[in-house]
């Protein structure tokens, strides 16, 4: 990452890459960081005033609220995905207008106690079946009509960068 302002505060622990050889080592790491996120999440947000939870990370972006929401439906999708995934050859996404669903009425509410509920229920079992998944399973492929081509390894590489990616926002507006 550059020392781009605007970049470091969109891209706080700097843009996703993909790591196209990865091992079994790599693997148990990012799934031990999708393990923590609920965790890391929850103490961020539980720190936050009601008008830090009203605070957007930078201009144009997303409130802390926003944030926490956003963590809860992007992780539902990608935890749905995993499972297709694995039962369907070559699996295509059905994709989803974040920007769009982060303006629901659930998705401006302070309150974020829902969506951290979510998220700790959700990656308890996402977590318990990402550790059943063999070598085999991480190469089963699926398509996203705007990232093309993926794998579940490609996922499961995504989705613990994005938990640190967004926790990096709650932690600018924290301050």
Known sequence: MTNNAPDAL???????????ESTDAMRT???????????????????????QLQTPYRDGGWTAAQVVHHLADSHMNAYIRTRFALVQDDYTVQPYDENRWSQFPDAI???VTTSLSIIDGLHARWVTLLRSLTTADFARKLFHPERGPMTIDTLLQLYAWHGKHHAGHLRIVKG
């Open 10 to 20: 969109r891209f706080p622990v700097g843009k996703f890459a993909v790591v196209k």
């Open 109 to 111: 509410d302070t309150d």
């Open 29 to 51: 790491t990012w799934i031990d960081e999708i393990s923590i996120a609920p965790d890391v999440i929850s103490a961020l947000a539980d720190e936050m005033t009601p008008a």
